[in-house]
C-alpha cells in the first residue's frame, strides 16, 4: 500500500479519500474545513496540519479543488507544492480547470522531475462515495499506468484522452453537453405540464424514446418524478448550479482559445448564469427548469 497525500475533501474529494483509506492506503488529508478532515480521519485517514505537512514522503499527492487559480495557488504560489513534494512522486489533480492551467502546471512538475496527469471526474458525489467514478485523464501514457491502481480504488472507469490538459477538455465536452441536455430536458417537461400532461408519464415515455438521457432517467428535473433525484429533495445534494456555470465558463474561453463555435453551450451558460442570480445558484444544476415553470417546479 502507498502512502498518499489528498488535498481537497469537498462534496467530491472527502469521499475520494475515504475510499483510498478503505483501500489500505495511508492517506494524510489536509482541507481548510475541519469537518471535511475530521470524517476523512473517521475512516481511516491522516490528519495533516498543511498541505506542505500532507505531501511529507507521499508517493502519490491528489488534489481536488474549486477551480484553476486554486490548483495554480497550491501548486505554484509562493510557498508552492511542487517544491515540497518527494522526488519521483506522482501528481495527479482531479480538479476541473482550465485546460491551460492544467498544462502550465503539469510543465512546471516536469521541470521539477515529477509525472503528472490532470484527471477530472464524472459521476457526481453518488459516483465518489460508491466509487465508481469515470476518471478522464490527460498525461503521459506511463503516468497514468502508476496511477491506475490508485484510480481504480475512486472510480470505475478510466479514460486516456491525450496529454497534459486533454483530460480538462474531455471533462468540459462533457459538462456542456449535460448542461445544455438538463436544460432542454426540463424546457421540455415545462412545456408538457403546461399543456397538463402528468410529468412522471412523459419522462417514462422519453426515457425509452430518442428523447432519453441521464436527464429523464437518473436526474429528472421535475420534483417526484424520480425520487432519488435532487429536484425531489428541494434541488439540495448532487452537482451545484454554480458548479455547471464554473464548466460552462471554462468550455466557452476553451472555444475562443481554439476560434470553435458553441451556440448551444454559450445559450446554456446564460441560463445557468440566470438560474443562479435568481438565488438558485447553490441548489442542484436542474433547478435551472424553474426558469420555465417557476409555479410547477
Request: proline share 3%; hydrophobic share 45%.
Amino acid at each position: 500500500m502507498s502512502r498518499i497525500a489528498f488535498i481537497g475533501l469537498g462534496n467530491m474529494g472527502g469521499p475520494m479519500a475515504i475510499n483510498l483509506a478503505k483501500a489500505g492506503h495511508q492517506v494524510q488529508v489536509f482541507d481548510l474545513s475541519a469537518s471535511a478532515v475530521d470524517a476523512v480521519v473517521a475512516a481511516g485517514g491522516v490528519a495533516a496540519a498543511s498541505a506542505h505537512d500532507a505531501v511529507n514522503d507521499a508517493q502519490v499527492v491528489i488534489s481536488m479543488l474549486p477551480a484553476s487559480r486554486h490548483v495554480e495557488g497550491l501548486y505554484l504560489g509562493e510557498g508552492g507544492l511542487l517544491a515540497a513534494i518527494a522526488d519521483g512522486a506522482l501528481v495527479i489533480d482531479s480538479s476541473t480547470i482550465a485546460p491551460a492551467s492544467a498544462q502550465k502546471v503539469a510543465q512546471a512538475a516536469a521541470a521539477r522531475g515529477l509525472q503528472m496527469i490532470d484527471a477530472p471526474v464524472s459521476g457526481g458525489t453518488a459516483g465518489a462515495q460508491a466509487g465508481t467514478l469515470t476518471f478522464i485523464v490527460g498525461g503521459p501514457a506511463d503516468a497514468l499506468e502508476r496511477a491506475r491502481p490508485y484510480l481504480q480504488d475512486m472510480g470505475k472507469n478510466i479514460f486516456h484522452v491525450g496529454g497534459n490538459g486533454a483530460g480538462q477538455v474531455a471533462k468540459l465536452c462533457n459538462n456542456m453537453a449535460l448542461g445544455v441536455i438538463m436544460a432542454a430536458t426540463g424546457e421540455a417537461i415545462s412545456l408538457g405540464v403546461a399543456h397538463g400532461l402528468d410529468a412522471g408519464v412523459l419522462s417514462q415515455m422519453m426515457a425509452v424514446s430518442t428523447g432519453r438521457s441521464w436527464a429523464t432517467e437518473v436526474c429528472n428535473p421535475w420534483p417526484g418524478v424520480l425520487e432519488n433525484a435532487p429536484s425531489s429533495r428541494g434541488y439540495s445534494g448532487g452537482f451545484g448550479n454554480d458548479l455547471m456555470l464554473k464548466d460552462l465558463g471554462l468550455a466557452v474561453e476553451a472555444a475562443v482559445a481554439k476560434g470553435a463555435s458553441i451556440p448551444l453551450g454559450e445559450l446554456a451558460r446564460n441560463l445557468y448564469s440566470i438560474n443562479s442570480q435568481q438565488g438558485n445558484g447553490g441548489l442542484d444544476f436542474s433547478s435551472v427548469v424553474k426558469l420555465f415553470n417557476k409555479e410547477g417546479a
